[in-house]
Nanobody
Framework: VQLQASGGGLVQAGGSLRLSCAASGRTFSSYFMGWFRQAPGKEREFVATISWSSGATYYADSVKGRFTISRDYAKNTVYLQMNSLKPEDTAVYYC?????????????????WGQGTHVTVSS
């Protein structure tokens, strides 16, 4: 299984970025595809997740209304559209895949991880 994250970069506060996570190596029909982030000196935290089969989504309170997670079956890719970015959104963003279970917001709920993409938001 391979998860390839891309789309990070430097953006001014209030700007937008779209992250992509290309998945390969297995079928993900019974999986949640999530995004996490880790800022320097902080623990990795949940950002958003989406059920590959149903499209159900969940968001961290800190990004609700600003970020949107989506998936494209044909491209086997998950996206994270990030709008109204703030300096506190600066982090390395990771995509992850985990089988459907009761909890979908914890780091340990996910089995497969991508390599991370850097997002820097300047004030």
């Amino acid at each position: 299984v391979q998860l390839q994250a891309s789309g990070g970069g430097l953006v001014q506060a209030g700007g937008s970025l779209r992250l992509s996570c290309a998945a390969s190596g297995r079928t993900f029909s019974s999986y949640f595809m999530g995004w996490f982030r880790q800022a320097p000196g902080k623990e990795r935290e949940f950002v958003a997740t989406i059920s590959w089969s149903s499209g159900a989504t969940y968001y961290a309170d800190s990004v609700k209304g600003r970020f949107t997670i989506s998936r494209d079956y044909a491209k086997n890719t998950v996206y994270l559209q990030m709008n109204s970015l703030k300096p506190e959104d600066t982090a390395v963003y990771y995509c992850a895949a985990g089988r459907v279970r009761a909890s979908v917001t914890g780091v340990t709920d996910y089995t497969y991880w991508g390599q991370g993409t850097h997002v820097t938001v300047s004030s």
